[in-house]
């Protein structure tokens, strides 16, 4: 992609709030609010912006537990990702799921009303043959 340091600018912009309207981000970057805008939509046209979505508050969805959750693989079948995308990817608990270097595979984001839930969630879903154990941090504060 052909991104100039305004497009950064706005990313930036964007990733803190996708709410901004085209004056503030002219405000921000030092352009012109439909200069910002027409860029905004490029972003969006080439995939710069893949989504959007809304952060929900605590108050509406009530407390919930937040796991980082890595797993190494059992090595073998190359389908194995694109596997792990479409189980991973239908169940509500799954925010995000990343394919990482290093001493795990993948690494999952869940969301769960509670640890017992999560202690359910692992017992159904990390017992796969393909998985070759699985470790979990708790989120104790959201900082950013």
Do not use: W
């Not at 809304?54 to 969805?61: C, E, G, N, Y």
């Not at 796991?67 to 190359?78: A, E, Q």
């Amino acid at each position: 992609m052909d991104l100039d340091s305004f497009d950064h600018q706005i990313l930036d912009l964007m990733q803190q709030d996708a709410r901004r309207t085209g004056t503030e981000l002219a405000e921000a970057v030092g352009l012109s609010a439909a200069a910002c805008l027409r860029r905004l939509q490029r972003l969006r046209r080439i995939g710069a912006i893949e989504r959007e979505v809304a952060v929900l508050s605590d108050a509406v969805t009530g407390q919930r537990v937040t796991l980082i959750v890595t797993l190494p693989l059992n090595r073998g079948r190359p389908d194995m990702r694109a596997r792990f995308r479409e189980y991973f990817g239908k169940l509500p608990e799954v925010k995000h799921l990343y394919h990482v270097t290093g001493g795990a595979d993948l690494v999952l984001i869940l969301e769960c009303r509670a640890m017992e839930d999560y202690a359910d969630f692992a017992e159904r879903h990390f017992r796969l043959e393909e998985i070759a154990g699985y470790e979990t941090n708790v989120v104790l504060q959201t900082l950013i």
